[in-house]
């Protein structure tokens, strides 16, 4: 599991105590002190799997003695019914966890899953894609760990990981060309990408000597009449409204890249069953 667990673990501190709160007031209720569980986690319907090892991590937090058998592995695309891991453990605690870990797996695995579709559209083009900032607060490292399973590269995962100059930037600053100097005078070393939206912004930007141009919004004629100004010369990366129904005809353009937000901005989560059994 690539994820920061320091990260990882606040987060599920959070998560359980905004579910479990004081306890589990209906298993106290109902279930003899001293029960165990058996069960099965189940994928309802296809998907890509992602969040495997956090969902362990949420079961682990309130029952650190309790087996989680993973029966699949991040990353891969299994059927409906498919069981995904086993569990065992004090029927209690693998309750009160049950949500947490359903919920960061079906969140997780539902970006999987979306970024798969539009990984499988754009096959063989040569274009990689990529995804964005455009996530859930609090929830990048997952959301992002997720798009990876599905086989997307991350893009930036904070600002400081890149410098990207945008519309507002070019705005303030006066002129492309007068961000890219400041962006490579600033001696950063991080790759200096530019947004254009025009095809004057493009020249304007290749000029200026940026690494790489986001060709922002423009449909798959204009967009090869900019590779054809760009020559070669930078990466580029094109993003704006993109779909399903789009992407693959922006990847035979010949673009580098595509990024699109919603495989983390609005991803459905998918459906997993956990079903029990007392011991």
């Known amino acids: 599991m690539t994820l920061d667990l320091k990260t990882?673990?606040?987060?599920?501190?959070?998560?359980?105590?905004?579910?479990?709160?004081?306890?589990?007031?209906?298993?106290v209720a109902v279930i003899p002190s001293g029960a165990r569980f058996a069960g099965t986690m189940t994928a309802r319907h296809e998907m890509v799997v992602a969040g495997l090892d956090v969902a362990a991590r949420v079961i682990h937090r309130l029952s650190p003695d309790a087996r989680f058998e993973s029966m699949v592995t991040d990353g891969q695309k299994v059927a409906a019914g498919q069981v995904l891991a086993r569990l065992e453990g004090p029927a209690h605690e693998l309750l009160a966890a049950e949500r947490t870990a359903l919920n960061l797996l079906q969140f997780m695995s539902g970006i999987a899953t979306r970024t798969r579709a539009f990984v499988d559209r754009i096959e063989g083009t040569g274009a990689t894609l990529l995804d964005t900032r455009k996530t859930v607060p609090g929830l990048r490292d997952?959301?992002?760990?997720?798009?990876?399973?599905?086989?997307?590269?991350?893009?930036?995962?904070?600002?400081?990981?890149?410098?990207?100059?945008?519309?507002?930037?070019?705005?303030?600053?006066?002129?492309?060309?007068?961000t890219v100097r400041r962006a490579k005078a600033a001696g950063s070393g991080l790759?200096?990408?530019?947004?254009?939206?025009?095809?004057?912004?493009v020249r304007e930007a290749v000029e200026a000597g940026a690494d790489m141009i986001l060709l922002d919004n423009m449909e798959p004629p204009m967009l090869r009449q900019a590779l054809e100004i760009i020559a070669g010369r930078v990466r580029t990366e094109a993003s704006g409204g993109v779909?399903?129904?789009?992407?693959?005809?922006?990847?035979?353009?010949?673009?580098?890249?595509?990024?699109?937000?919603q495989i983390t901005q609005s991803?459905?989560?998918?459906?997993?069953g956990l079903d029990w059994n007392a011991l």
């Open 243 to 261: 779909t399903l129904d789009s992407i693959r005809a922006i990847a035979e353009t010949g673009v580098d890249f595509i990024s699109v937000g």
């Open 8 to 27: 990882l673990d606040q987060l599920i501190d959070l998560a359980l105590n905004e579910d479990v709160g004081c306890g589990d007031m209906t298993s």
């Open 191 to 201: 790759t200096v990408e530019v947004e254009c939206d025009t095809l004057d912004q």
């Open 142 to 178: 997952l959301s992002k760990y997720a798009s990876r399973m599905g086989g997307a590269t991350n893009h930036r995962m904070r600002l400081d990981d890149g410098i990207l100059i945008k519309d507002n930037h070019i705005a303030v600053a006066g002129s492309v060309t007068e």
């Open 267 to 272: 991803a459905p989560a998918v459906d997993i």
